[in-house]
């Protein structure tokens, strides 16, 4: 699942008392003994993975050992009859095109329809490996993310001056009066501006003039997409630069704070933000903008995603680490047969009451105090499903043990625990752009958490799963289902 709850105002909420308590969870002693799963004893695990949708897209991706002398133009056929399907998709509803123009849109192939999310990951993927073909394997090495660096520094420092929200939204301004209206030198301005230009960002349609391009706008007019550059260069990029310091130091630590991020910073993630007010704030409007919708979104296709409806009448769902409970509530919406159990932090009580007033669910959603080390409340036991979002991926599978044991212990015959998180793909089943992403997804909660995304072969050897349905709030999201056949 993803590492990031996607929820700004849960962000807001309860994330910055996430990590704090991290550092006051007893320290276990560092084992270099492999992890053991929670087994319950006598019991049997079924998982059922739904969702991913990741197997029904294109296998586009093993193009390692393809020798054939007509690789390149396989890729550029491919190239031309994805372009030609989404071109007649455009045609034909009438959408925008694609464009760089500043009128061009913002987001303008849809995934909605199956047909053209296919075609759209098929271009990515033939053009990434035409281009990569093209350049070829020691010219990417010399120029080894050259571009990527530079350009990130160059953003952060446009956006840092408001460069941005300074350009008219349509036409043009000088070099001139941007530099004067924005503090930002008027020799120095032109260099990071043709930085970005080179990378789609900005035009310069004559000598000293700057316009909009459909990329830069939307850092005008939104400070979610603002946010995104920003994170990447003051928080990813130093916590990356520990990384070797961190694997030399703390080989195989399970420990939240021996990590890349700790060694940058001197504090956990979440402890740094909560001396940093600010940072969490942006961190927020990141986690919004990656992804991809508000708390709203995300919630009502987790209620979509799963059968709650099969559920009996009266089953209780307990949401553990739930926050203040949007997805329990968007549920409850949904299915007025169930009642729910939301368990999180006492400070978050207020706010999941306000909550569950506001959505009119209060009789059948309750917040309980419950910190999901501690065995779980006597009055769940036995509970219909044990609801988990962007819980386990936060941890190291030693955390994750002790986050599973005691719902194992509270389960009976007919429980089932229900977890959403980002499912890792098994090798060459997607395509490899695709697969970068989860990748590096997995080592940013290595390098600010020293947890992981996982393949969910982890759990328990007893684990199986059996099938991938379901569409959560973003494409890569899984709901796991693992029940306990006792
Ligand atoms: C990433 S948020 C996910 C919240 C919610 N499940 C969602 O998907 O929106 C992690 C949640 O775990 C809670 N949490 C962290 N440590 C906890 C603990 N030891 N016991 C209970 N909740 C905890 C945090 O307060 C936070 O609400």
Known sequence: MTCWSGMHSLVLDCM??????????????????????VRPDACHCQAILFHQNLNTM?????????????????????????????SSHF??????????????????I??????????????????????????????????????????????????????????????????????????????LLPRFLRMAIANFYFAEPEPGLVAHSAWS???????????????RHAEMLP??????????????????????????????FFGYKERHPENMVKFGQFVDAFSGGSSADSAESIARAYPWETLPNRALVVDVGGGIGHISAAIAQAHPHLR??????????????????????????????????????????????????????????????????????????????VNCDIVLPEPNSVPKAQDAVTRALDLTMLSMFNAKERSFDYADSRLEITDVVGKPRMRMDSLVEVRLLC
């Open 58 to 86: 294109v296998a586009t991706s093993d193009i390692s050992a393809d020798t054939s002398a007509s690789l390149l133009t396989t890729l550029a056929d491919e190239i031309s009859s994805s372009a030609t399907l989404l």
């Open 91 to 108: 045609e034909s509803r009438r959408l925008p095109w694609p464009s760089f123009s500043a009128d061009g849109p913002r987001q303008p």
């Open 110 to 187: 849809c995934e909605d329809n199956e047909e053209v999310s296919r075609a759209r990951i098929a271009l990515i993927e033939a053009t990434r490996s035409l281009h990569a073909l093209a350049v070829g394997p020691v010219e990417t090495t010399k120029h080894f993310c050259f571009n990527e660096i530079y350009l990130l520094g160059a953003m952060q420092v446009l956006c840092h001056f408001e460069i941005p929200q300074n350009v008219p939204l349509q036409g043009t301004i000088t070099f001139h009066h941007l530099a004067s209206k924005t503090g930002l030198s008027e020799a």
């Open 239 to 268: 916590a990356v630069s520990k990384l070797v310091d961190m694997v030399k130091r703390y080989p195989d630590s399970p420990e939240p704070q021996d990590t890349a991020f700790s060694l940058a910073f001197g504090d956990v």
């Open 340 to 417: 729910f159990q939301v368990q999180d932090f006492e400070d978050l009580r207020g706010a999941a009451e306000e909550l569950m007033e506001s959505k009119g669910v209060k009789d059948r959603v309750e917040f309980v105090s419950h910190n999901f080390f501690d065995p779980q409340p006597e009055p769940v036991r036995g509970a219909a499903v044990y609801f988990m979002r962007n819980i386990l991926h936060n941890w190291s599978d030693l955390y994750c043990q002790r986050i599973l044991k005691p719902i194992a212990n509270s389960m009976g015959p007919e429980s089932r625990i």
């Open 217 to 231: 706008k939307p850092l005008a007019t939104d400070e979610k997409m603002r946010a995104c550059i920003w994170f």
């Open 16 to 37: 910055d008392r996430y990590l704090p308590r991290q550092r006051h969870q007893p320290t276990p002693s560092i084992s270099s003994q492999p992890t053991h799963h």
